[in-house]
T-cell receptor, first 115, second 114 residues
Framework: NAGVTQTPKFRVLKTGQSMTLLCAQD?????MYWYRQDPGMGLRLIHY???????AKGEVPDGYNVSRLKKQNFLLGLESAAPSQTSVYFC??????????????FGQGTRLTVV | AQSVSQHNHHVILSEAASLELGCNYS??????LFWYVQYPGQHLQLLLK??????LVKGIKGFEAEFIKSKFSFNLRKPSVQWSDTAEYFC????????????FGKGTTLSVSS
């Protein structure tokens, strides 16, 4: 039972390079999220998806794009990396909206450094 | 849109001291409330959650939280902390409305000295 898996776990990019972070969940969850965690800032929502084929902007979407072509996968793309995007990125998923099914399960995180 | 405010950025306690971490949210509708913990170098783990019913909820490792609807608060408590409770604690809220996201506070770092 893998839960939520993120790849890669670590990455160093040069300014201007692009990359894609992959999040995969095997719990048949409808909602998936990408957060970034920075010291003193908590977890800030970048983008999220409420189902296959849907995406929505969060608090800090600029510089990122996402896609949810398959229900189990949520991709986060950086088209032209900037040093300000150095952060730890977490993916999470929830079953959906409703009374009792919004507990989030998290991936292990991706530590990204942009130099 | 909902938002979450955690009052304490860094709390320092000695072992056996009591803990209370404040959390307030803003949203006019019904919400689900959570506390997550992040130990150094690890991802977030669920401590406890409130969906409905008894406003005093108990979680793992002796933690509890009380939902006070009139104050839009969901404070986390533990009667006696241990060195192993050293971690970062996050309050989170998710509106019940479909299509809304899970939003986190900025976190509180708890340091417990032995």
């Amino acid at each position: 039972n893998a839960g939520v898996t993120q790849t890669p776990k670590f990455r160093v990019l040069k300014t201007g390079q692009s990359m894609t972070l992959l999040c995969a969940q095997d719990m048949n969850h409808e909602y998936m999220y990408w957060y970034r965690q920075d010291p003193g800032m908590g977890l800030r929502l970048i983008h999220y998806s409420v189902g296959e084929g849907t995406t929505a902007k969060g608090e800090v979407p600029d510089g990122y794009n996402v896609s949810r072509l398959k229900k189990q996968n949520f991709l986060l793309g950086l088209e032209s990396a900037a040093p300000s995007q150095t952060s730890v990125y977490f993916c999470a998923s929830t079953l959906g909206a409703g009374v009792r099914n919004t507990e989030a399960f998290f991936g292990q995180g991706t530590r990204l450094t942009v130099v | 849109a909902q938002s979450v405010s955690q009052h304490n950025h860094h709390v320092i306690l000695s072992e056996a001291a009591s803990l209370e971490l404040g959390c307030n949210y803003s949203y006019g509708g019904t919400v689900n409330l959570f506390w997550y913990v992040q130990y150094p170098g690890q991802h977030l783990q669920l401590l406890l959650k409130y969906f409905s019913g008894d406003p005093l909820v108990k979680g793992i490792k002796g933690f509890e939280a009380e939902f006070i609807k009139s104050k839009f608060s969901f404070n986390l408590r533990k009667p006696s902390v241990q060195w192993s409770d050293t971690a970062e604690y996050f309050c989170a809220v998710n509106a019940r409305q479909a299509g809304t996201a899970l939003i986190f506070g900025k976190g509180t770092t708890l340091s417990v000295s032995s």
